[in-house]
């Protein structure tokens, strides 16, 4: 069927022109944080806020009153988790995956890159994504709590100061020659 009556299609269009402006406050009052795609947690509540507005959005079973409470119990739940992980980082353990070092000096960690489901084919095209053809050109490769893959070229490797978070990191410097 094309639509089941008109009312359908009216009920959609007023519930939307509400429900519409009504997320962006919330989402701007909440901040940038609150649709990042830092770790897995907020991908996952940015997926759900979207689940949580078709529903509004479709379902004659939600009325607009819950389906806003639900949309705000999110983003404060969300806003809440973020705040408590900046607050009190050991609560970070229990909110977020840690990163994951999967090639260290060009050589690449097959045990670890097993224990998180990564192929060698996949952290090469990481590589190529990146313009280096050359594994051994690699100071590290990180599996980041976002699921991306973040690559380190020797050239950039400075102080490798932006590994100090990254567990099993065995030294701060890249190998010399080689």
């Known amino acids: 069927m094309m639509w089941q009556s008109p009312a359908d299609l009216l ?10 402006p009504v997320l962006v406050v919330i989402l701007r009052v ?11 947690f907020d991908f996952v509540v940015t997926v759900a806020l979207g689940s949580t507005l078709a529903t509004i959005l479709l379902s004659r079973d939600v009325s607009l009153v819950e389906g806003i409470l639900a949309l705000v119990l999110l ?36 045990e670890t890159m097993r224990s998180v489901r990564v192929a060698e084919s996949e952290i090469r095209q990481a590589a190529r994504s990146q313009g280096t053809g050359d594994l051994g050109d690699l100071a590290a490769v990180v599996l980041e709590t976002d699921g ?6 020797r050239s950039r490797f400075g102080d490798g100061s932006s590994l100090t978070d990254v567990p099993d990191v065995p030294d701060t ?3 010399q020659g080689g």
């Open 11 to 20: 009920r959609l269009l007023v519930v939307a022109l509400l429900v519409y």
């Open 30 to 40: 909440s901040g940038k944080r609150t649709l990042s795609k830092l770790n897995a």
């Open 75 to 110: 983003v404060g739940l969300q806003y809440g988790a973020a705040l408590l992980a900046v607050r009190w980082p050991p609560s970070q353990r229990l909110l977020k995956a840690r990163p994951t070092l999967l090639l260290r000096d060009g050589q690449l960690r097959y």
């Open 148 to 153: 991306t893959l973040s690559i380190i070229t």
């Open 173 to 175: 410097s890249p190998r």
